[in-house]
Each structure stands twice: as structure tokens, then as C-alpha cells.
């Protein structure tokens, strides 16, 4: 690699962001565009019993009002799951009358205006039987499931024996963990533009897999998948609310043929809290046990949550808090509660955050209880081998991690004792937390198409999605540094399920699985060129070897007379080609994922400042040392991973959806309320990166870091405001009245 592939390149997309050149989901101008918008449901359990629509109908500009009673019936029923069919839960709304929770969606409004259908939508009268909801209150409904998110992963993980290992104990830690609900908000609103030509179907969706939308929508719809064309061209955040496909892009497909008008929904933020998923509310009771000298004998986790009627599911917590030491007696499990909400989803880093919030809050008690330093407890109890699998690891620097991370935020400058540390009237704390996030990988094929124009530029193209995370300038990256160029020869066209297959941007798993592929393919068409010039007379490497040929500048040389070469115009102008186009495909090496466990880690520090008196805190630094593999782009990773890092903010400080457990209504449904981080409280985040060579992964050694910052930054938080007052809180978000009251 000549050296392109790390370095901190600007977004090449960047310019059309800021300009609004970059198009988003309900940007699209098209011909005759008629605007939806949903009616929801105000209660949380019960039945519609009768819907007058006259009004709305006969209302200006109305295309249409669709409720359960018009609205087609789906030809598939949803699915969630990794498969044909893979929506964010196991239900339509509009397919009866039943409603099973608030915010539901009752009816379509479609007007040829977004005033006029959203006037309409204010027209139809819905009346219903109201049940009393169940909630998370409703404790004594939790079961234990047999199996999660049909049958997926376990719903109870046992190792050993953990009454033995508390037996064997000298110390134990006992406590209870908890989570608000938190929402992924991001800046952009879900969003579909549906348009019909003939029996064939355009999506312009805010989605994370345009694959995956094409076959679900197609699935549901009982259409031929190649009938279905997704376009995601930008997407302004996803964090898993647009993983699965949502109820709102298939009724938009569907209201769109039945108006025949092409139709844009876009969801209000409002409706983005009942409509995409959610990370919900949680408890976890924490068992670890200990000697003396801080060797953990057992571990026990318990998580108690409410899922959906529909299905089985809840973030797997249990994944991390059983996998990140070395322990030999382990036991974690679900508790749900099946409640009159919708499924809850994919939320950034999806189980690792509210299980290493809990694991690592009582690693840090248990560190107190011993008087062992929180850095040392963890080197303690350190997993050499992966502990559920006992596999090594394909590569792993955690100890180099706490290592840097405890020098960058000047570990050694913490008086140990809590609430010793005090600048003017404020106490100062230190506190930290592992990280680590499993490294996925694709079981599919991913392909790439590299195309080299007549002006020397090179298009790369495959169906990935740009989340906002920088994907479109490390593909430039990649493909730049093999064959030559500078990222901006380079044109990168991804989102569209006209290009070549890809996995979607989730887990992860983006960067690892579309450079590989964009990597080969570049390679395919590096070797095709040199193949065009050594065998073209014309050319004046003709007969030379393929090894002695290296390529720099958009030129293909002989290494031992770098005098004797051509551009890459050249060799197509000699062969009076305009173009020339390779496909080329990865794939995993499956055997490696037999042999090796793939995770990334890190470890996460913050330094804290509390008032005593109002109980207010401030994140005064954060560091996040970070081993990923190779990173691709130091600029976009180290932006990735401050994202991260923000979100664990205020996860530990802010963020609370609130429920009227009375109603199963959230109140707090907007972001007046729904507080997240502003400038103001984010302080100074320092990233660092522990380099790793990882053969075996993929390509080029690539773990991903979309969510790995958010891991470990809420209960490093937490504990540092334990160091800085000496009151433990397990309860997220931490906010002033519970500091002052603890
Ligand atoms: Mo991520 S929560 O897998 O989109």
C-alpha cells in the first residue's frame, strides 16, 4: 500500500453536504410527487371500533384515506430477523383493528400538498375500546423466554457453576443496574418516496441496507425482488432505527399504487419515538464474586425488560457482560415482560452498552470493595482466550488500551480515595471502563464493480450506504491507494441496488466488508490494465513480467526503468477502448472464524467535575483509546468514535424517554424534551488508536468502529462520579436531583 489507506482525508463528499448538493431520502423532485401523512393511535391497547373518513375524503387536494379497512393486505406477514424478510418487528400496522400500542399507525392521509393531508388527517374521527396497557410496571407478567428473537441467540447462557464460584468467594458485589429508554433521533427523520412504473417499484428510502429494503418491501408486497429499485444516496444517521425496514416504507409503497401518484411520507419526530424501534428501558441485578486478591469466581447477570407483543426480544446484554473476563462460572439471562409497546431495535452498539454499564459499574465497586485499582482489577482479570468460546483471539490490545488511556488522562494523578479530589468548591473524579464490540462479518459475497474511464478517473460502485459515517472517502481510500490515483480520481457511487451486492451499514460491519470487496476489485482492475499492457505491442511494456509492473500517478511502470511505463488513458487509447470494467467479489474466510474469536476493544476514561450543592455534573475530559484494526481514515474514525463517545454522554447524563406507565404513552416525544448533549456539555474528547495488523479478518484488517466508542463512556462516567463524591449511581441518566438525593 503506497500509504493513502489511515490517512486523515477530508470527506470527498463533504462540499455537497455543506452546499445541500448531497440528496437525501425526501429530497428527491419528482413529477407529480403527492404528499402522506399518518394518523396514530392515542392509546396504547384496545380496538378501533369505528372510523368515519367523509370528512378527510372530501377535503381539498385528499388523494386518499387508507385505514385497516381499505388498506391492502400484505402478502407476507413482517419478520424480524436477518432473512428475506427483515422489518423491525413481527407486525403491520393497518392490517386490523387491534391496537397494541400508542403511536401506532391508523391511517394514511394522501393530498396532492403536505398542508392540505396534514389538515385532513385532523378530519377523521377514529373511536375506540380502551384497555388498561401493560407496561414494564407489570413485573409480575415477566417470563423467562425460551429463546430470543426467534430462537437467533439463547435466552440463558451457563457456564460452570456460578453457586460455586460465589462459594469459592471472598468478596461479593450485589446490585442493581438500570437504564432509561433511550431513542436514536437522528437528524434525519425516516423517510420514503415511493414511485410506481408499471408493476415496477422505486424506493427512495432513509435506509442503512438498501438490499435488505429491496427484499423485505418486495417480500411483503408479493412482488419479484428485481422489480424493487432502492435508492440511498445520504443518510443523516441511522444507529439501527433504519437497520430493519420499517412499517412506514412498505404502506408508502402500497398507498403510492393506490393513488397511482408517486408519494413522499416523511415520519415527524414525534412519530420517530413509536414508529423505528428504540433501546428500552432495562434493569440488570448484578452478581460478581470475588477472592481477595480480585480474581472474579463467578459471574451472574440478570436483565428484566419489556419487549412487544409480537415477539421475543430484548438488546443481548447478556453477549458482553459473559465474554469480557475471564471468569469460569458464568450464568445470564432474559426476564421480559411483554408490554403495549413496539419492538425495541437495534440502538447503537445493541446489548454491549447497558451490559458493560452494568459489568463495569460493579467491576468498579468491586475494585473500591478491595482496594484494588480499577486498572489493575480488569489486568486481573484479563481473558486471554475468548471466555465463552476459549478460542484465541484473532488479535487483541486491550492492556495496551488501558495502558495509553491511563497516561492520557493522567490516571496516576487520582488520589484513589472517593471525594478527595476538589478544585474550588467542585469534587473532581476519575473513573473508566473496558470497551469491546464483536467484530462481524458478512456471510455472503461482497461485490464490487471498478470501472477506469478514458480521463484516467476510476468509478467505484457497490450497494453500501453512507450513514454519515464517511464510507464514500475511505472507498475512494482504498481504491486510490491500489491503483494509483489520488482519492479525488477517484468517483464513489454506492446506495442503489443497481450496483453490486453488499451488506448493509450495521454491526459494524460496514467498512470491513465494503473495502474488502472495493480492495478486490480495485486489485482486478489494476491487474487487468497491466495485463492490456504487457500483451499490446503498441504499449511500451509490452512482454514485461506482471510482477515487475507497479502502478503510481494513474501510470503503470516498470520497476527496474521506471522511464519505461503509461498512463492509464494511454493503454486504453492504444486499444481504442473507452472504458474498461472489472466485478470482482470477497469473501469471508469462514475457517478463520472457526479457529479465531474477532472483537475490537478499547478502554474509555472521563474526568468529572460535581457541583455538592446542585448536584450537577460535568464531563470536564474524556479518553477513548481504541484497537480496531486498521483504521481507514484517522480523521473520520477519530469523528466516529467522538460520536460515540457523545452518545455515551448522554446516555449516562440525559437521555430519558419518559412513559405515563397509566396511559403506555411516552410524554417526552420531541427533542425540547427528550434532552440530548448540546456543545456546551461536551468537553475535550481525546482519541487514540492502538495499531493492529489482523490477518484474518478480512482484507485489510478492518474491525469497524461504528459503535465501540458509546461502549465503555457511561459507566466510565458513572464511575468517575463515584470517585468524585463517593455515591454510587446505578441508575441511568444520572441526573441532579438523583446525585443530590443519593
Ligand atoms: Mo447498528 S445499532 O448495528 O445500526
Known amino acids: 500500500m503506497s500509504g493513502l489507506v489511515g490517512k486523515p482525508v477530508n470527506r470527498i463528499d463533504g462540499k455537497l453536504k455543506v452546499t445541500g448538493g448531497a440528496r437525501y431520502a425526501a429530497e428527491f423532485p419528482l413529477l407529480n410527487l403527492a404528499h402522506a401523512v399518518f394518523i396514530t393511535s392515542p392509546i396504547a391497547s384496545g380496538r378501533i371500533t369505528d372510523i368515519d373518513i367523509k370528512v378527510a375524503e372530501e377535503s381539498p387536494g385528499v388523494l386518499a384515506v387508507l385505514t385497516h379497512l381499505n388498506m391492502p393486505k400484505l402478502a407476507q406477514e413482517p419478520k424480524f430477523g436477518f432473512g428475506a424478510i427483515f422489518t423491525g418487528q413481527s407486525f403491520s400496522p393497518m392490517q386490523g383493528a387491534e391496537i397494541y400500542y400508542s403511536g401506532q399507525q391508523v391511517a394514511m392521509v394522501i393530498a396532492d400538498t403536505l398542508e ?93 441496507g438498501v438490499f435488505s429494503t429491496q427484499s423485505t418491501v418486495a417480500n411483503l408486497l408479493g412482488i419479484p425482488v428485481e422489480n424493487v429499485r432502492v435508492i440511498s444516496t445520504f443518510v443523516g444517521g441511522g444507529f439501527g432505527c433504519k437497520g430493519p425496514v420499517m412499517s412506514h416504507t412498505w404502506l408508502t409503497a402500497i398507498a403510492s399504487r393506490e393513488v397511482g401518484r408517486p408519494v413522499k411520507l416523511v415520519l415527524t419526530r414525534e412519530q420517530m419515538y413509536t414508529s423505528v424501534g428504540y433501546r428500552e428501558e432495562q434493569s440488570m441485578e448484578m452478581t460478581l464474586a470475588a477472592t481477595s486478591k480480585g480474581k472474579l469466581t463467578a459471574i451472574k447477570h440478570i436483565k428484566t425488560s419489556a419487549t412487544s407483543p409480537f415477539e421475543d426480544w430484548a438488546e443481548p446484554s447478556t453477549g458482553v457482560v459473559s465474554n469480557i473476563y475471564s471468569c469460569d462460572n458464568v450464568e445470564a439471562s432474559y426476564r421480559l415482560v411483554k408490554a403495549n409497546v413496539m419492538t425495541p431495535t437495534f440502538t447503537r452498539a445493541p446489548g454491549e452498552v447497558p451490559g458493560m454499564f452494568a459489568i463495569e459499574s460493579a467491576m468498579d465497586e468491586l475494585a473500591y470493595k478491595l482496594g484494588i485499582d480499577p486498572i489493575e482489577l480488569r489486568l486481573r482479570n484479563h481473558a486471554d482466550l475468548e471466555p465463552r468460546s476459549g478460542k484465541p483471539y484473532s488479535s487483541k490490545s486491550l492492556k495496551e488500551c488501558y495502558a495509553r488511556g491511563a497516561k492520557l488522562i493522567g490516571w496516576r494523578n487520582r488520589n484513589p480515595q472517593p471525594a478527595s479530589m476538589k478544585q474550588g468548591r467542585y469534587l473532581i473524579g476519575y473513573g473508566m471502563a473496558s470497551s469491546s464490540f464483536p467484530t462481524h462479518r458478512p456471510f455472503t459475497a461482497q461485490s464490487a464493480r471498478a470501472t477506469l474511464l478514458s480521463d484516467g478517473r476510476v468509478v467505484v460502485q457497490c450497494g453500501a450506504v453512507d450513514i ?84 503510481e500517478n494513474g501510470r503503470l511502470f516498470h520497476t527496474q526503468d521506471p522511464s519505461q511505463g503509461e498512463t492509464y488513458t494511454a493503454v486504453l487509447c492504444h486499444l481504442e477502448q473507452p472504458s474498461v470494467e472489472v466485478v470482482a467479489s470477497w469473501k469471508p474466510d469462514m475457517g478463520a472464524g472457526q479457529k479465531y474469536a474477532m472483537h475490537a476493544f ?74 440530548i448533549p448540546v456543545n456546551a456539555d461536551i468537553p475535550d474528547i481525546e482519541i487514540d488508536f492502538i495499531p493492529e495488523e489482523d490477518p484474518h479478518i478480512n482484507v485489510l484488517g478492518v474491525k469497524g468502529i461504528g459503535e465501540i466508542g458509546m461502549v465503555g463512556a457511561g459507566a466510565a462516567i458513572a464511575n468517575a462520579i463515584f470517585h468524585a463524591t463517593g455515591k454510587r449511581m446505578r441508575d441511568l441518566p444520572i441526573t441532579p436531583e438523583k446525585v443530590m438525593l443519593a
Not at 473 to 478: D, K, N, R, W
Not at 493 to 506: R, Y
Not at 543 to 551: G, S
Request: aromatic share 8%; glycine share 10%; charged share 15%.
Open 116 to 208: 392540505r393531508a396534514t389538515h385532513a388527517a385532523k378530519l377523521v374521527q377514529f373511536t375506540y375500546t380502551v384497555e388498561q396497557p401493560v407496561t414494564i410496571k407489570d413485573i409480575d407478567k415477566a417470563y423467562e423466554p425460551e429463546t430470543m428473537w426467534g430462537g437467533m441467540f439463547p435466552a440463558r447462557m451457563v457456564k460452570g457453576d456460578v453457586g460455586q464460584g460465589i462459594a469459592q468467594a471472598d468478596v461479593q458485589i450485589n446490585a442493581t443496574y438500570t437504564i432509561a429508554g433511550n431513542h436514536h433521533n437522528p437528524m434525519e427523520p425516516s423517510a420514503t418516496i415511493a414511485a410506481w412504473s408499471g408493476d415496477k417499484l422505486t424506493l427512495y428510502d432513509a435506509t442503512q
Open 468 to 551: 454519515g459515517t464517511g464510507a464514500y472517502t475511505i472507498l475512494a481510500q482504498v481504491a486510490a491507494d491500489v491503483l494509483g490515483l489520488s482519492p479525488e480520481q477517484i468517483q464513489v457511487e454506492i446506495g442503489d441496488t443497481t450496483l453490486p451486492n453488499v451488506t448493509f451499514a450495521g454491526g459494524s460491519m460496514g467498512a470491513g466488508a465494503w473495502s474488502s470487496a472495493v480492495h478486490t476489485a480495485a486489485i482486478a482492475l489494476r491487474n487487468k490494465l497491466v495485463t492490456m499492457a504487457i500483451t499490446n505491442p503498441q504499449s511500451p511494456l509490452y512482454q514485461a513480467k506482471p510482477e515487475d509492473i507497479a502502478v
Open 602 to 675: 478499547g478502554a474509555q476514561f472521563a474526568k468529572v467535575q460535581v457541583d455538592p450543592d446542585f448536584g450537577t455534573v460535568r464531563v470536564l475530559k474524556c479518553v477513548g483509546v481504541f484497537a480496531a484494526g486498521r483504521i481507514l481514515n484517522a480523521k473520520t474514525a477519530r469523528s466516529q468514535l467522538i460520536g460515540g463517545i457523545v452518545w455515551g454522554i448522554g446516555q449516562a447524563l440525559l437521555e430519558n424517554t419518559h412513559m405515563d406507565y397509566n396511559y403506555g404513552r411516552y410524554t417526552n416525544a420531541n427533542l425540547a424534551e427528550y434532552l
